[in-house]
C-alpha cells in the first residue's frame, strides 16, 4: 500500500484563484510529520510548509495553508491567491517516528498549471 | 549562504560503467539524504547519513549502489556496473539533525543521470 497519495495528477487553475492540491497518507504510527514540497522546472525541492501529528491547528505559511484532517488521514495544500510562478509540481511527503525520523517517503506529486 | 550543491549536475555514462556522484551539504549539517527521483515519479529514499555513518541504508536498490561519507560533509553515491533502469535524477538533502518530526530538509539541484 501507497503511504502517500496525491489522486491528482495534473490540476489547472486562474490567476488570484484558489487551489486545493489532495494528499492522503497511511501510517500507524502515532508521531509523525507531513510536509509539501514545491518542485519547479528547474528541478529544485522547495519546501512549502510542515504540519506535525500532534500540531492542532493547522499550519499556515504565507498563501499556504494545510488542510490537516487527522481522522480522515488527509493533508491537503491549500494556495490562496494563485500566482503564475505557482505552476509547478507539488509532492506531499511524510517522516514517520517508527523510522527514528530520519527519511521523507513523497507521493507521485501533483502538477500544477496557472493560468492568465 | 550556500545551499547544497550537486556535482556533476548532469552525467552521461555508457551500460556497465562506474559512476560517482557528488554531494555537499550546508554547513554544520549533520545529517545527509541521499534520493532517487525517476520520471514522472516522486523522489525514493536511497540512504541517510548521522555524520560519517549510514543509519539507514535500506532504500539502496542493490549491492551495486554504495555511498560514503567519510569526514561527516561531503557524500559520494557511487553505482557499479550501471544499467539503463539507473537513469534518473539523483538528489541530496542536508538536516540540521537526523532528529525530531520537523526536520527541514534542504535539497541541492540534482544530478541527472542517464545510462545509454
Known amino acids: 500500500a501507497q503511504k502517500i497519495t496525491q489522486t491528482q495528477p495534473g490540476m489547472f487553475v486562474q490567476e488570484k484563484e484558489a487551489v486545493t492540491l489532495d494528499c492522503t497518507y497511511d501510517?500507524?504510527?502515532?508521531?509523525?510529520?507531513l510536509f509539501w514540497y514545491k518542485q519547479p522546472s528547474s528541478g529544485e525541492m522547495i519546501f512549502l510548509i510542515y504540519?506535525?501529528?500532534?500540531?492542532?491547528q493547522n499550519a499556515t505559511e504565507g498563501r499556504y495553508s494545510l488542510n490537516f484532517q487527522k481522522a480522515r488521514k488527509s493533508a491537503n495544500l491549500v494556495i490562496s491567491a494563485s500566482q503564475l510562478g505557482d505552476s509547478a509540481m507539488y509532492f506531499c511527503?511524510?517522516?514517520?517516528?517508527?523510522?527514528?525520523?530520519?527519511?521523507?517517503?513523497f507521493g507521485k506529486g501533483t502538477m500544477l498549471l496557472v493560468s492568465p | 549562504g550556500a545551499g547544497v550543491s550537486q556535482t556533476p549536475s548532469n552525467k552521461v555514462t555508457e551500460k556497465g560503467k562506474y559512476v560517482e556522484l557528488r554531494c555537499d551539504p550546508i554547513?554544520?549539517?549533520?545529517?545527509l539524504y541521499w534520493y532517487r527521483q525517476s520520471l514522472g515519479q516522486g523522489p525514493e529514499f536511497l540512504i541517510y547519513?548521522?555524520?560519517?555513518?549510514?543509519?539507514?541504508d535500506s532504500g539502496l536498490p542493490n549491492d551495486r549502489f554504495f555511498a560514503v561519507r567519510p569526514e561527516g560533509s561531503v557524500s559520494t553515491l557511487k553505482i557499479q556496473r550501471t544499467e539503463r533502469g539507473d537513469s534518473a535524477v539523483y538528489l541530496c538533502?542536508?538536516?540540521?539533525?537526523?532528529?525530531?518530526?520537523?526536520?527541514?530538509?534542504?535539497f541541492g539541484p540534482g544530478t541527472r543521470l542517464t545510462v545509454l
Open positions: 547519513f548521522q555524520g560519517t555513518g549510514a543509519a539507514d
Open positions: 538533502a542536508s538536516s540540521v539533525s537526523g532528529r525530531g518530526t520537523y526536520n527541514e530538509q534542504f
Open positions: 511527503a511524510m517522516r514517520e517516528g517508527r523510522r527514528g525520523y530520519s527519511t521523507l517517503t
Open positions: 501510517t500507524s504510527d502515532q508521531s509523525y510529520g
Open positions: 554547513s554544520g549539517h549533520t545529517a
Open positions: 504540519q506535525g501529528s500532534y500540531d492542532e
